[in-house]
């Protein structure tokens, strides 16, 4: 079966993305949510500018005006045992 | 070293390979490409980026799943399996669901068989199989050494401008990267076509310097405001703070959009370079085709070359004087088209299809408009403007992260 993988982790397809702003998800985020694109263990590292040329595409507008989705830490898979061995610094005190 | 062999099991058979490579370049020169099957259409995926960024190289590593086998170091004896196996029928449920495409184009909607209850619970326990989702390890190999560090400042990516940010630094400077040794992806790759001294004498002076302290392997995985990074490295988690953070971390493939533009052999030059530079892939005889331009593709074009692989350059751009030397060198080059469609055979890459031509190859590298790294400035509060021209989400060069 031929397709064109906009984001491979979660195997979303140009046509997937296409549908979903068909149906009303014209946003980054939103069509994030609902295709589930860049949320796969690369985090968007490997499609978050194709996805975003893709929408600056079907809404018709300049790129700059479509906006990043928000990173959030961490950028790559970690496991909880990980997570639970790291000792947190102090914060800084507040001024 | 260079004659050293060790056996690993793959899917239960023994398979030979030279020692000191990674496990996904191990199966590579034993013909095993597809290392994987997407979640959803279950599409053959094979290594891609060779950086540890995508998914397409997770395997199960003795017991343990999702392990990057791209940055796993093959060991006498190792277990690697692939992890979606457990596909009935060869099948996953989505591509079941394909002959009903012209219903519903989306597939499978995640609030179906949610009610009631006991349909639910019955279905649950279906689909797990059936989407290939595999076992979790029954437990952790993580070592749980953490520690937290100052620095005046810390410079992440240790290519050509990463140690030369690191060296102009005054005061205590931690130079992180996620490659063992200081020099960046080109690096071995010039040095393997006996070109450019630059970065070698730098990284010399980056192991001797008193003020640099080199951490390879390591990634950065999280940035926090103000001034504090969350590294990974194979001895667990670190954190570090400084009062400087220089982000050098470069670019990133890409591929492109184009039919079948997942496919196992379709590669970027960064991915290129560290498999075949870095870590001697055998690529001797391998049909590849370059497309692109600009310097990658011309030093992924002369790697390959001095490699031994059959080598067919199309340049997408005209460039007289270039092709001439190219040629010299014994390189077919071309002009033509960036791709519109792969084809494959057996599950990888077997041709690569341009708009008025198409060429036979195992490999494809596609050069030209990478996407610069941005995740850990936004994190640290970078602004991102969208720019397809030089590549993708641009950062503010007016950012600074001086706490």
Redesign the interface.
Known sequence: ??????C????VT???VN??YADGFTELESLKRYTGCAT???????C???I???L?ELRDVK??E???MN?????????????A?????EP?EEK | MENSHVTIRFQDKPVVCRSGISVAAALWENGIRVLSH????G?P?GV??AR?????C?MRVNGQP?VRTCHTEVTAGMVVEVQDTGVPFGRTM??SL?AFSSVI???FYYKWFTKPALVSKAFIHGIRPMTGIGKLGSK?S?S?????SVFDTVVIGAGISGMETALSASGSVLLVDDQSTPGGQRFSALQQIEQLDAPESLSKQIISSQHITFAGDT??????K?G?L?L?SGD????V?AKTIKWCAGK?D?IG??????LPGLMGPRGLYRLVAKQQLDVNNCDVVVCGHGRDFWLSAFLLNAKGANVTAVLDVDDKDLIETATASGITVTTGTMPV?ARSNNGTLSAIKLEDTSYKCKLCIITGNA?P????P??LGAK?????AR???IIDRKWEDQS
């Open positions: 079966m031929n397709k064109t993988i906009l491979n982790c979660e195997d140009v046509d997937d549908a979903a796969g263990p690369c985090q968007g590292k490997g978050l500018s194709e975003a040329e893709q600056a790129p700059e479509i906006p990043p990173v959030r830490p961490p950028t790559e898979p970690l496991t909880f045992g990980q997570l061995a790291l000792e947190v610094p800084a | 997407s979640p959803k259409y599409r995926r891609k980026c540890g960024h995508c998914g397409n997770m999702n989505q591509q394909e184009p989306n597939g952790t993580d749980t050494s953490t520690n937290h990634r950065v995985v999280a940035g926090y103000p504090m969350l990974k667990g988690l670190s954190t703070k990133l890409r959009l184009f039919e079948n533009n997942d469609a996407k790294a941005y995740d850990i936004y994190q991102l403007t969208l720019d397809p590549g993708g989400f």
